[in-house]
C-alpha cells in the first residue's frame, strides 16, 4: 500500500487531475444514477473554502508584520495589471458584440435573488465589506473584509518581538502544509465535480443558447491567449506562452470546475510558490486578485447586458458601448467571488439602456441556464490570470534589476 501511495505521489498532479477528469466523465455518462460520487467533489471544495480564508488572513498578516523597511514590492504593478486586465476585457466583449450580434429566448427561470440598485450600491457594499467584524469575515470568507484586518493586524505587528514574529510565521507555514494536503486530494475532487455537472446537465448545454456560449467563450480565449498575452510581454520583454500556459494548466483547471476564485486562492498561491515568487507579495495579491481581477466577469455583464440590447432591438453607440465597458469593469471588481457571483450584476449594466428589472433580471435567468459553462470558463480566467499577473509584475522587477526570468 505504501508502494502504491508513493508510485501515485511520484506522477505529477497535473496528469491526475486530467485522470480524474476523464474517469469522471465516463462515470456519470454511465453511472449517472451513482450520485455518492459526486460527493468527492463537494468535499474537495468545501475543505478549499475552508481553510482558504483563514490561509488568506495568516499569510498576508504574517508577510506584512515581517517585512522589513525599504524592502521592495511590486503591489502597485498588481493592481494596475489587474484593472488594466479587467478592462480590456470589457472592451473585447463590445467588439466581439458588435461583430456578432446575439439575440436571446428569454425565460422567467431566476432565482430568488436581488439584483444591486446601481455602482453606488456595489461600492458601498465594498466598504461594508472592508469594515465587517474580522472573525465574521473569516467565517463567512468575505475576502475583501479579510485582507483588511490581516493588513491592519499585519502592520500594528510589525514592531512586536520577534517570538511573536516567528509564531505567525509559524501558523502560516502550518496552514500552508494543510493546504497542501488538501490540494493533493484535487484528482478525486474533480472526479466528483466531472460527474455531477455530466450526470445532471449532460452535453445538451453546449447546443441550447450555443450562439450566446460561443461569444461568451470566445471573448474569454481572446483574451486568456491574445490579450493577457501582450499584457505580459510588456511587463518581461519575453516570450510570454509559456508562463500564460504553465498557469492557464496549473490554476484554470480546478478553477474551472471548483467554480469559485475564493476556493482557488490556495491553488494559486502553490502555483506562485513553484515560479519562485515572493511569498510576502504573492500572499496579499492573490487574494486580492480574487476579489478585484475579473476580466471573465466584465465579458459576461457587457456580452449578456449587449445581448438584451439587441433582444429589445436598441441601438448603441460608441459613447454608451465605452460606459458600458467602464460600468461593466467597475460592477466586475464587486462581483463575488463565488459560483455566479457576476450575473446579479447585468441588471445594474442593463439600466444604462433604461431596459426593466423584470427583463434584465429574465437575462440573468439565462445566465443560470448556461452558467455549468459561462461560470466555470469565467471563473478559469479570473483565478490563472491572477497568477499571470502577479508573476508578470514580479518577472518585470526581476528583469529591471538584471536577474534571470525562470519557470
Known amino acids: 500500500m505504501n508502494n502504491l501511495f508513493q508510485k501515485w505521489n511520484s506522477i505529477s498532479l497535473v496528469k491526475r487531475i486530467v485522470a480524474g477528469l476523464i474517469i469522471g466523465a465516463v462515470l456519470g455518462r454511465v453511472l449517472p444514477s451513482l450520485t455518492v460520487i459526486g460527493i468527492l467533489g463537494d468535499l474537495f471544495v ?32 498588481v493592481v494596475v495589471l489587474y484593472l488594466i486586465g479587467t478592462f480590456a476585457a470589457a472592451l473585447v466583449a463590445v467588439v466581439g458584440s458588435f461583430m456578432f450580434p446575439v439575440s436571446l429566448t428569454l425565460t422567467d427561470a431566476v432565482q430568488n435573488s436581488t439584483p444591486p440598485d446601481g455602482v453606488g450600491t456595489v461600492i458601498k457594499t465594498l466598504l461594508m465589506n472592508v469594515v465587517q467584524n474580522p472573525i465574521a469575515s473569516i467565517s463567512t470568507a468575505n475576502y475583501i473584509g479579510i485582507l483588511a484586518w490581516a493588513v491592519v493586524f499585519g502592520l500594528a505587528l510589525k514592531h512586536s518581538s520577534d517570538t511573536t514574529k516567528t509564531m505567525l510565521g509559524n501558523f502560516a507555514d502550518a496552514v500552508s502544509q494543510a493546504v497542501r494536503w488538501v490540494i493533493s486530494f484535487a484528482p478525486f475532487g474533480i472526479l466528483g465535480l466531472v460527474f455531477a455537472t455530466v450526470s445532471t446537465s449532460g452535453l445538451g448545454i453546449f447546443t441550447d443558447y450555443g450562439k450566446l456560449l460561443l461569444l461568451l467563450v470566445g471573448c474569454m480565449v481572446v483574451i486568456a491567449l491574445i490579450v493577457n498575452p501582450i499584457i505580459v510581454f510588456l511587463n518581461i520583454k519575453q516570450n510570454p506562452y509559456p508562463l500564460v500556459f504553465k498557469c492557464l494548466k496549473d490554476s484554470f483547471i480546478t478553477a474551472f470546475f471548483t467554480r469559485s476564485s475564493a476556493a482557488n486562492i490556495p491553488v494559486n498561491m502553490t502555483l506562485c510558490e513553484s515560479l519562485g515568487l515572493d511569498e510576502d507579495n504573492y500572499s496579499v495579491s492573490i487574494p486580492l486578485g480574487a476579489t478585484i481581477n475579473m476580466a471573465g466577469a466584465a465579458i459576461t455583464i457587457t456580452v449578456m447586458t449587449l445581448a438584451a440590447v439587441n433582444t429589445l432591438g436598441f441601438s448603441v453607440d460608441i459613447g454608451t458601448a465605452l460606459v458600458l465597458s467602464i460600468v461593466a469593469a467597475v460592477s466586475a471588481c464587486g462581483a463575488s467571488g463565488v459560483a455566479g457571483g457576476s450575473l446579479l450584476l447585468i441588471p445594474l449594466a442593463c439600466s444604462l439602456f433604461g431596459i426593466s428589472n423584470d427583463i434584465a433580471m429574465q437575462v440573468v435567468g439565462v445566465g443560470f441556464i448556461i452558467g455549468v459553462v459561462q461560470d466555470s470558463c469565467e471563473t478559469g480566467l479570473n483565478s490563472s490570470t491572477d497568477a499571470l499577473f502577479t508573476a508578470a509584475a514580479e518577472f518585470r522587477q526581476w528583469r529591471k534589476e538584471g536577474k534571470p526570468i525562470k519557470w
Do not use: D, E, R, W
Open 46 to 77: 468545501g475543505a478549499l473554502k475552508g481553510v482558504a480564508p483563514i490561509l488568506v488572513f495568516f499569510l498576508v498578516m504574517s508577510s506584512l508584520a515581517q517585512h522589513k523597511k525599504g524592502a521592495k514590492t511590486n503591489m502597485g504593478t
